[in-house]
């Protein structure tokens, strides 16, 4: 039933955007993707002004990270969750861009993400990509550029294995799930500060895989931002 539910409200959205995508309530003419009550009632993290933060930490003695932030905690049930799988599920791809632009509008004044030269998005298997049609990371990536003022590569890196779903899997099955499923695909990349971007963090061990991937071009400092946190 619950699945039946939201597969009309996604199904609902994807014609009528102009509802919010958190809680479905008609837009006002000022608002777009998500209403100013979810926004205001989303649970921020302030991230990305201290260095040392829970996000960061998921990466100490694995892989070296100069700034890592989410824009929101993820609260099951609450507005991020509807909003994350509507970017996922919903085909609602402006939603994505919108997100990108909304954390982008923060970073760029955070000084811990001002050297940030370059955005790469956590890629999805090409197999992935074909049945959802789209990689809502890209999406976001692509919000951030527009706002942060900084270019985009979304064939930086490719993703060589298509993983399963990885929500059943305990943590060290996730971890070995993601082990050296990236590969460096296109080398042409000057920059030296790439900010990595994912919708969602949970154990990190994904962003993780993809950092270490990264970090073979040499000689690159690699931050990571994403939209949400699972705490
Ligand atoms: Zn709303």
Request: aromatic share 10%; net charge positive.
């Amino acid at each position: 039933m619950v699945n039946l539910l939201r597969f009309s409200r996604d199904f609902f959205n994807l014609f009528y955007p102009q509802l919010c995508a958190a809680c479905s309530r008609t837009l006002n003419s000022g608002e777009k993707f998500v209403c100013a009550a979810c926004l205001w009632r989303m649970p921020k993290t302030g991230f990305h002004l201290e260095h040392d933060n829970p996000v960061i930490r998921r990466f100490w003695g694995k892989v070296t990270i100069e700034s890592a932030a989410s824009f929101a905690f993820f609260d099951k049930g609450e507005a991020i969750q509807h909003i994350l799988h509507s970017l996922k599920y919903a085909g609602n791809k402006e939603l994505g861009i919108f997100l990108g632009e909304l954390y982008g509008s923060l970073l760029k004044q955070s000084p811990l993400f001002s050297t940030c030269e370059a955005i790469i998005p956590v890629p999805l298997h090409r197999k992935k990509i074909k049945s959802r049609g789209y990689n809502q990371s890209v999406l976001i990536a692509e919000g951030l550029s527009k706002v942060m003022g900084i270019p985009f590569y979304q064939n930086f890196i490719e993703r060589t294995v298509a993983t399963s779903t990885q929500t059943q899997k305990s943590r060290y099955a996730r971890f070995e799930n993601v082990e050296n499923v990236f590969r460096i695909k296109e080398k042409a990349v000057s920059a030296r500060h790439l900010l990595l971007v994912d919708d969602v963090i949970t154990t990190g061990s994904t962003l993780e895989s993809c950092a270490r991937c990264v970090a073979e071009a040499g000689n690159i400092k690699i931050s990571i931002a994403t939209i949400a946190c699972v705490e």
